[in-house]
């Protein structure tokens, strides 16, 4: 899933589970957003989100696409994670979406299901798009039920930030095996030591976090079957858990949470630690001069971390005019070497060998690769993400800022979660 601070993120799924209810009234009318120009070229949109920097690098990848296929006109857009869904979303449901977008695997069951994204797997036996070449089986991920809804980009796994001055300071060293009591016990001796910041921000709103927690017990965020794989009785001892820890002064309080948006609070030199996607680092180099490294993740016996990898992806519309074209332009992103050595690790490690292998990385760049090899042994696979993942994420955040706030009890904010959830599942 996907350079994006989890704040910006949620922020951004609010957006987008607004709009479920207008996709959900999509009929088979219009065609795609792509279309012929004069001299015969062919003319498609390409849409992602992100940062500036990322919107920079892209449109430099893109030249070089148009430059090898004369025949192609691409269409740029960009935006930040809530005003891209948002745009999304209104434009799906006008069956005018753009024929290339950049996804997530969270989305693709949700938009599978309402037949707004293009099954890639005839433009593959076509030869318009190859799977060969892809890292650690990245090109089975956006495999849904037999329907190829997304290639991968770059993939990234969850990681612990921290402020490694405020931890020396307080005589704290990250390493493996350190627990989740280990973790807090640091955040309260940072708070301590340091009082200009935070021991850490409160990440208990944190879908992706929650679910690491739940597989180092044997659970997870979601079952097979589609369901909730937790009780209320367990979010409520995760939620309670970090709330007390909160009111003790140790994490950072919701409202200035809310106040830094769109910055995470250790980008915005609030918090000394921060639980994220290990690309992350990318981002928070941009927005904060305050050196910063990542950790192994807390864990319930020392060795199970519950870390998978996930990734970013292009996916195409389904109401395309232009499927060969969205593919091989598809192909081009994730293929070419050029486009590795431009895009760095902004959207995760390269999906595929010839990309990774084009780029070297350094400075953050070569920290995300330190931490991805140093965590590769530990990866499981990844938990299956249903239809309705994007709301139950958004309500999941919402429910729990509102506590952070003080306008929820857990109780209240937990019922209100499993409600909201549970009907965006169809449980």
Not at 29 to 55: E, F, N
Not at 66 to 72: C, G, Q, S
Not at 119 to 138: A, I, T
Not at 316 to 321: H, I, L, P, V, W
Request: with cysteine; hydrophobic share 40%; glycine share 10%.
């Amino acid at each position: 899933m996907r350079a994006r601070g989890w704040t910006t993120r949620a922020r951004g799924l609010r957006g987008a589970a607004a709009g479920v209810v207008a996709l959900g009234l999509l009929a088979t009318g219009c065609g795609g957003g792509g279309g012929s120009s004069s001299g015969g070229k062919v003319t498609i949109r390409y849409a992602w989100w992100g940062a500036k920097d990322r919107s920079v690098m892209i449109k430099k990848t893109v030249r070089l696409f148009e430059k090898a296929h004369p025949n192609i006109i691409v269409k740029t857009d960009f935006a930040e994670y809530a005003d891209f869904w948002s745009k999304f979303n209104t434009q799906a449901a006008g069956g005018n979406a753009p024929d290339v977008f950049q996804n997530s695997y969270a989305f693709l069951r949700k938009y599978g299901e309402k037949n707004l994204l293009l099954d890639l797997n005839k433009q593959v036996k076509e030869g318009n798009l190859h799977l060969k070449g892809f890292r650690n089986g990245l090109e089975k991920s956006g495999d849904i039920d037999g329907k190829l809804y997304g290639v991968p980009v770059g993939a990234n796994t969850f990681g612990f930030f921290y402020n490694p001055a405020a931890f020396k300071k307080a005589g704290i060293t990250v390493k493996d095996g350190w627990t989740w009591d280990d973790f807090f016990a640091a955040a309260k001796k940072v708070k301590k030591s340091d009082g200009t910041l935070y021991g850490a921000s409160d990440n208990a709103g944190v879908m992706y976090l929650y679910d690491l927690y739940l597989r180092q017990h044997g659970k997870a965020f979601f079952t097979e079957d589609k369901k909730l794989g937790f009780t209320k009785d367990d979010l409520k001892q995760w939620w309670n858990t970090w709330q007390q820890h909160a009111k003790a002064g140790e994490l950072v309080p919701g409202k200035k949470t809310e106040q830094a948006k769109p910055k995470a609070t250790i980008s915005a030199d609030l918090s000394a630690a921060e639980f994220t996607w290990d690309n992350f680092m990318v981002r928070f180099a941009a927005e904060t001069k305050t050196p910063l490294e990542l950790g192994p993740l807390p864990t319930t016996d020392g060795k199970k971390t519950g870390q998978y990898l996930s990734s970013l992806m292009l996916s195409g519309s389904a109401r395309t005019q232009h499927p060969k074209e969205v593919a091989q332009l598809i192909d081009f992103m994730t293929h070419d070497p050029e486009v590795g050595k431009i895009m760095g690790y902004n959207r995760g490690i390269p999906a595929t060998t010839a990309q990774y292998e084009a780029y070297k990385p350094t400075g953050v760049d070569a920290k995300i690769a330190a931490y991805e090899k140093s965590v590769a042994d530990k990866l499981e696979p990844i938990t299956p993400h249903p239809a309705g993942t994007d709301v139950a994420e958004a309500a999941f955040l919402r429910t729990y800022a509102d506590v952070a706030v003080g306008q929820s009890s857990v109780d209240k904010a937990v019922d209100q979660f499993f409600d909201e959830a549970e009907s965006a599942l169809g449980s």
